[in-house]
C-alpha cells in the first residue's frame, strides 16, 4: 500500500472517530439508565469516575495531530520558561508560516482539531500552548499577555521561524494583537477572532454585568455546572448539552483545569484589575477581525469598535447563527477566511 492510501485509510479513520465523538456522549448516557444488575451498574460508575474517556480522546487527538504533519516539542526560553509547540514535521520553503493561538477553554489540541488539518495543508503551522496551558510553563511572577506574546515569539525564534502570519481567538487573539505590534517586521497578516481589544471601563463593566456570574468561577471552571455555563455562553448552538453527561465534564476538569489552576487565576485577576484602554496601539499589519453574530460574551459592538479603531487595513467578516466559540461552530468557513486572507485572494461578503 503506497503512501497516499494509507494516508487516506487513517484520514478516513479519523474522520469516523470525530464523527464517533459527537455521539458517544448520548449513547453513554442512555447505557448509564439501562442496566439494572448491581455489577454492570457499578462497572459503569467506575467507568464515569476514571478519566479513561478524556484521556483516550486526547491520545486520539495527540495521533491526529500527528497525521496532520505535526510533532510535538518542547522550547526552553530561560531557566523558568518553558513553551509546548506542535510544528511541521517537515517545513516547506514554499509555505507561508502561520501560527495559531488558543483561548481560555482548553489546550490548542482541544481548541484546533477542527483546523489543523485544511490550515496545515496550505502552511507550515505552529501550534502553542499558551503558557500555564498544557505543558507550556513558567516559574516567573509575570500573568500579563503582554509576557506571553514576547515569550511565544522568543519560541517561535528559537524554532528558526522567520517571517509569520498569526491567527488568535478570544485570550489567543489579544496575545496576538500584541505579537504583532511590538514585532511589525516579523509578522505578516494578523487574524483576529472573537477577542475584546481596545475596550472601555464602561463596556467592561457592563459585560461584566450581562454575564452575571464571577468570571473565574467558569473560566477555570471547578463543577460540570461551571463548564455547562462556559459552553452555554461560548456556544450558539447549544442544545447538545442536555445529552451530556456530567461525568464527562467532571473528566474534562479533571484532565485540563487541574494543572496551573492558581496561575490561570491570576491571569484572569489581572485582565478584569487592569485599567481598561480604547487607544490600544493600531497596527501596521493587514488584519481580518472575524466574529460570530451570537457571540454573548464579546457581542458584535467590540467588534465594529475594534474594525473602526484599526481603520482601513482591517476588514470585519461576521459569521451568521455563530456564537463566541467560532472555531468550533463554524470552522470550516473559517478556515476559507484564514487561508483566503492570508493568501491575498479577495471575497465580498462581510457576513458569511
Given at each position: 500500500?503506497?503512501?497516499?492510501?494509507?494516508?487516506?485509510?487513517?484520514?478516513?479513520?479519523?474522520?469516523?472517530?470525530?464523527?464517533?465523538?459527537?455521539?458517544?456522549?448520548?449513547?453513554?448516557?442512555?447505557?448509564?439508565?439501562?442496566?439494572?444488575?448491581?455489577?454492570?451498574?457499578n462497572a459503569i460508575s467506575d467507568l464515569f469516575h476514571a478519566p479513561v474517556i478524556v484521556t483516550f480522546m486526547d491520545t486520539m487527538l495527540?495521533?491526529?495531530?500527528?497525521?496532520?504533519?505535526?510533532?510535538?516539542?518542547?522550547?526552553?526560553?530561560?531557566?523558568?520558561?518553558?513553551?509546548?509547540?506542535?510544528?511541521?514535521?517537515?517545513?516547506?520553503?514554499?509555505?507561508?508560516?502561520?501560527?495559531?493561538?488558543?483561548?481560555?477553554?482548553?489546550?490548542?489540541?482541544?481548541?484546533?482539531?477542527?483546523?489543523?488539518?485544511?490550515?496545515?495543508?496550505?502552511?507550515?503551522?505552529?501550534?502553542?500552548?499558551?503558557?500555564?496551558?498544557?505543558?507550556?510553563?513558567?516559574?516567573?511572577?509575570?500573568?500579563?499577555?503582554?509576557?506571553?506574546?514576547?515569550?511565544?515569539?522568543?519560541?517561535?525564534?528559537?524554532?528558526?521561524?522567520?517571517?509569520?502570519?498569526?491567527?488568535?481567538?478570544?485570550?489567543?487573539?489579544?496575545?496576538?494583537?500584541?505579537?504583532?505590534?511590538?514585532?511589525?517586521?516579523?509578522?505578516?497578516?494578523?487574524?483576529?477572532?472573537?477577542?475584546?481589544?481596545?475596550?472601555?471601563?464602561?463596556?467592561?463593566?457592563?459585560?461584566?454585568?450581562?454575564?452575571?456570574?464571577?468570571?473565574?468561577?467558569?473560566?477555570?471552571?471547578?463543577?460540570?455546572?461551571?463548564?455547562?455555563?462556559?459552553?452555554?455562553?461560548?456556544?450558539?448552538?447549544?442544545?447538545?448539552?442536555?445529552?451530556?453527561?456530567?461525568?464527562?465534564?467532571?473528566?474534562?476538569?479533571?484532565?485540563?483545569?487541574?494543572?496551573?489552576?492558581?496561575?490561570?487565576?491570576?491571569?484572569?485577576?489581572?485582565?478584569?484589575?487592569?485599567?481598561?484602554?480604547?487607544n490600544v496601539p493600531i497596527l501596521t499589519q493587514e488584519t481580518l477581525i472575524i466574529w460570530g453574530d451570537q457571540d454573548k460574551v464579546f457581542?458584535?459592538?467590540?467588534?465594529?469598535?475594534?474594525?473602526?479603531?484599526?481603520?482601513?487595513?482591517?476588514?470585519?467578516?461576521?459569521?451568521?447563527?455563530?456564537?463566541?466559540?467560532?472555531?468550533?461552530?463554524?470552522?470550516?468557513?473559517?478556515?476559507?477566511?484564514?487561508?483566503?486572507?492570508?493568501?491575498?485572494?479577495?471575497?465580498?461578503?462581510?457576513?458569511?
Amino acid at each position: 500500500m503506497d503512501s497516499k492510501k494509507i494516508w487516506h485509510f487513517f484520514s478516513f479513520y479519523f474522520s469516523t472517530i470525530q464523527i464517533i465523538f459527537r455521539y458517544l456522549f448520548l449513547i453513554i448516557q442512555n447505557l448509564s439508565r439501562f442496566p439494572k444488575h448491581p455489577f454492570i451498574r457499578n462497572a459503569i460508575s467506575d467507568l464515569f469516575h476514571a478519566p479513561v474517556i478524556v484521556t483516550f480522546m486526547d491520545t486520539m487527538l495527540l495521533l491526529y495531530f500527528h497525521l496532520c504533519n505535526l510533532s510535538p516539542c518542547t522550547v526552553d526560553i530561560d531557566d523558568q520558561t518553558t513553551i509546548h509547540f506542535f510544528t511541521p514535521n517537515h517545513r516547506k520553503f514554499n509555505k507561508p508560516n502561520l501560527v495559531i493561538i488558543h483561548g481560555y477553554g482548553g489546550t490548542s489540541r482541544w481548541q484546533f482539531v477542527h483546523q489543523v488539518r485544511p490550515l496545515s495543508n496550505r502552511f507550515n503551522l505552529y501550534v502553542p500552548d499558551l503558557i500555564f496551558f498544557g505543558k507550556s510553563y513558567s516559574a516567573g511572577a509575570d500573568r500579563t499577555e503582554v509576557f506571553q506574546a514576547k515569550y511565544l515569539v522568543e519560541g517561535l525564534k528559537r524554532l528558526g521561524v522567520g517571517r509569520f502570519s498569526v491567527y488568535g481567538i478570544s485570550y489567543g487573539g489579544i496575545v496576538a494583537y500584541h505579537m504583532a505590534e511590538m514585532n511589525p517586521l516579523e509578522i505578516d497578516k494578523v487574524v483576529i477572532v472573537s477577542s475584546a481589544i481596545g475596550y472601555t471601563e464602561e463596556q467592561k463593566e457592563r459585560q461584566l454585568t450581562r454575564i452575571g456570574r464571577r468570571i473565574s468561577g467558569f473560566l477555570v471552571p471547578e463543577s460540570p455546572q461551571d463548564l455547562r455555563f462556559l459552553v452555554s455562553l461560548s456556544m450558539y448552538r447549544n442544545d447538545f448539552l442536555k445529552w451530556v453527561p456530567d461525568f464527562f465534564f467532571r473528566q474534562f476538569i479533571n484532565a485540563m483545569y487541574k494543572t496551573h489552576r492558581k496561575e490561570r487565576l491570576e491571569m484572569i485577576e489581572h485582565l478584569l484589575t487592569k485599567d481598561a484602554d480604547p487607544n490600544v496601539p493600531i497596527l501596521t499589519q493587514e488584519t481580518l477581525i472575524i466574529w460570530g453574530d451570537q457571540d454573548k460574551v464579546f457581542p458584535l459592538e467590540f467588534a465594529h469598535q475594534l474594525h473602526r479603531h484599526l481603520g482601513s487595513k482591517s476588514k470585519l467578516v461576521i459569521l451568521k447563527n455563530t456564537g463566541h466559540a467560532v472555531n468550533m461552530e463554524s470552522p470550516c468557513e473559517l478556515n476559507i477566511l484564514i487561508k483566503t486572507f492570508v493568501f491575498g485572494h479577495s471575497y465580498h461578503m462581510l457576513e458569511v
